[in-house]
């Protein structure tokens, strides 16, 4: 049975090599292993990504690649607040040098666009994503690298960067419905960074319906870019 898209780690050889004979697209989701809370998991910005991608593979064809939880600048060291468990941070350099390995490599496997959909928006390690892709772009002019995350395509007054508040939460209930406790939430009162590490709106009001209107926006905005780069560069 043929396909357009696939699980990159999932598939054989000619499995892989039929989907991107059609669809030379790669899609690598970039998340974290991060406090989020007591209401979320610590995996949130990993999930986020990884089915976002797998969303946009379906529709656009191309192949998922394993998502990479390796993360810097993290709520950990965030100055102000002390949540000094349950997240690993890696260093910006880190963070650059893996970055510029996998993009090497993908356009050396002939891949035409590669994608990197970061789940984690601390900063500078999102504008390190961005940078390198610009780099890339430079390097390979017949190919085009395009990082970013979720809330970069989307209208603010749906979505914007935020901490396991209410549109993190949103898209967990959408896809990972199981590891969420908004239960475990004050039921009143204000909810803050420094004590329930939420920045942003009030996750209580939370829903997978909220959540996959923000995936479908994404998706329908992503999915136009999309279109265009493959007008270009397939």
Request: proline share 6%.
């Given at each position: 049975?043929?396909?357009?898209?696939?699980?990159?780690?999932?598939?054989?050889?000619?499995?892989?090599?039929?989907?991107?004979?059609?669809?030379?697209?790669?899609?690598?989701?970039?998340?974290a292993i991060e406090y989020h809370?007591?209401?979320?998991?610590?995996?949130?910005?990993?999930?986020?990504?990884?089915?976002?991608?797998?969303?946009?593979?379906?529709?656009?064809?191309?192949?998922?690649?394993?998502?990479?939880?390796?993360?810097?600048?993290?709520?950990?060291?965030?100055?102000?607040?002390?949540?000094?468990?349950?997240?690993?941070?890696?260093?910006?350099?880190?963070?650059?040098?893996?970055?510029?390995?996998?993009?090497?490599?993908?356009?050396?496997?002939?891949?035409?666009?590669?994608?990197?959909?970061?789940?984690?928006?601390?900063?500078?390690?999102?504008?390190?994503?961005?940078?390198?892709?610009?780099?890339?772009?430079?390097?390979?002019?017949?190919?085009?690298?395009?990082?970013?995350?979720?809330?970069?395509?989307?209208?603010?007054?749906?979505?914007?960067?935020?901490?396991?508040?209410?549109?993190?939460?949103?898209?967990?209930?959408?896809?990972?419905?199981?590891?969420?406790?908004?239960?475990v939430l004050p039921k009143k009162?204000?909810?803050?960074?420094?004590?329930?590490?939420?920045?942003?709106?009030?996750?209580?009001?939370?829903?997978?319906?909220?959540?996959?209107?923000?995936?479908?926006?994404?998706?329908?905005?992503?999915?136009?870019?999309?279109?265009?780069?493959?007008?270009?560069?397939?």
């Amino acid at each position: 049975m043929q396909t357009n898209w696939g699980f990159y780690d999932k598939l054989r050889p000619i499995q892989i090599e039929a989907i991107q004979k059609n669809f030379p697209i790669a899609y690598l989701p970039w998340g974290a292993i991060e406090y989020h809370g007591n209401h979320n998991p610590t995996g949130l910005d990993t999930h986020k990504a990884q089915h976002l991608c797998e969303d946009l593979a379906k529709q656009n064809g191309g192949l998922v690649f394993p998502a990479i939880s390796l993360a810097a600048n993290l709520i950990s060291s965030y100055p102000g607040v002390n949540f000094p468990k349950h997240s690993i941070e890696f260093s910006e350099k880190i963070i650059q040098q893996i970055c510029e390995e996998y993009l090497e490599q993908l356009a050396k496997q002939k891949f035409k666009i590669i994608i990197i959909l970061s789940g984690h928006a601390g900063e500078p390690h999102l504008q390190i994503l961005r940078d390198t892709a610009t780099k890339y772009n430079k390097k390979y002019p017949k190919k085009h690298f395009w990082a970013l995350a979720e809330f970069d395509i989307i209208e603010d007054d749906l979505l914007v960067a935020n901490h396991s508040a209410l549109g993190e939460t949103s898209l967990q209930l959408l896809y990972k419905p199981e590891t969420v406790a908004l239960n475990v939430l004050p039921k009143k009162g204000k909810i803050t960074l420094k004590e329930h590490a939420v920045s942003g709106a009030d996750p209580r009001p939370a829903t997978a319906d909220h959540g996959k209107n923000i995936a479908n926006t994404f998706l329908k905005n992503a999915t136009k870019k999309i279109n265009k780069l493959k007008k270009k560069y397939l």
